[in-house]
């Protein structure tokens, strides 16, 4: 285990205050499925006992690649269904490795006419960034590990663990 069920909740109220301090009025949060749909619903909960309401919507990205290592390729699985034109967007996603899928995310966002795009990720690998991106708020920087549980699986699973947790391989 790496973070229990307390300290994720600790940090995600804290991380809504922040944005709650930083970004005021219309808000559109553009969730990212489906890793982050756990964290997504605390986080919008925790905003809005931090005085912020945000419109939430999704988003479904899948990079593809073999087991647990994500790939060059971003690819467009399911749409929003709100226009974003004009206004302020917070990405939410569970954790940002190469940084390709956020950056993806983002020009996306800014090409269909989003006034402003903020990042929030719970999860930031630093180690492994290979485009240049830096997430606005972030809830934990961790090793290049592979972690599961709070939304993240592992081919389909562990997403409903209420801890995030690294995956240890078991021997023979
Ligand atoms: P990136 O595009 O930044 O390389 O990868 C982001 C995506 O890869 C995440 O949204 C997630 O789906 C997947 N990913 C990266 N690292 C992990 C990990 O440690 N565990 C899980 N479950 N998914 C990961
Ligand atoms: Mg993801």
């Given at each position: 285990?790496?973070?229990?069920a307390?300290?994720?909740a600790?940090?995600?109220?804290a991380?809504?205050g922040?944005?709650?301090?930083?970004?005021r009025g219309?808000l559109?949060?553009?969730v990212i499925?489906?890793?982050?749909?756990?964290?997504a619903a605390?986080?919008?909960?925790?905003?809005?006992?931090?005085?912020?309401?945000?419109?939430?919507?999704?988003?479904?990205?899948?990079?593809y690649?073999?087991?647990?290592?994500?790939?060059?390729?971003v690819?467009?699985?399911?749409?929003?269904?709100?226009?974003?034109?004009?206004?302020t967007?917070?990405?939410?996603?569970?954790?940002v490795d190469?940084g390709?899928t956020?950056?993806?995310?983002?020009e996306e966002?800014?090409?269909?006419?989003?006034?402003?795009?903020?990042?929030?990720?719970?999860?930031?690998?630093?180690?492994?960034?290979?485009?240049?991106?830096?997430?606005?708020?972030?809830?934990f920087?961790?090793?290049?590990?592979f972690v599961?549980?709070?939304?993240l699986?592992?081919?389909?699973?562990?997403?409903g663990?209420?801890?995030i947790?690294?995956?240890v391989?078991?021997?023979?």
């Amino acid at each position: 285990m790496l973070f229990d069920a307390a300290e994720i909740a600790r940090r995600v109220d804290a991380l809504a205050g922040e944005i709650a301090r930083d970004i005021r009025g219309d808000l559109l949060a553009v969730v990212i499925l489906k890793g982050s749909f756990v964290f997504a619903a605390d986080l919008i909960r925790a905003l809005e006992r931090a005085g912020l309401s945000p419109q939430v919507d999704f988003i479904t990205l899948a990079s593809y690649g073999a087991g647990s290592e994500s790939a060059g390729r971003v690819s467009l699985v399911r749409d929003l269904s709100e226009d974003v034109r004009g206004r302020t967007v917070l990405i939410v996603d569970d954790i940002v490795d190469t940084g390709r899928t956020l950056k993806f995310a983002r020009e996306e966002l800014l090409g269909r006419g989003a006034a402003a795009v903020r990042t929030c990720l719970l999860l930031d690998k630093r180690a492994k960034r290979n485009v240049a991106i830096e997430p606005d708020y972030v809830g934990f920087a961790i090793e290049d590990r592979f972690v599961v549980g709070y939304g993240l699986d592992l081919a389909h699973r562990y997403r409903g663990l209420p801890y995030i947790g690294v995956v240890v391989p078991t021997t023979p």
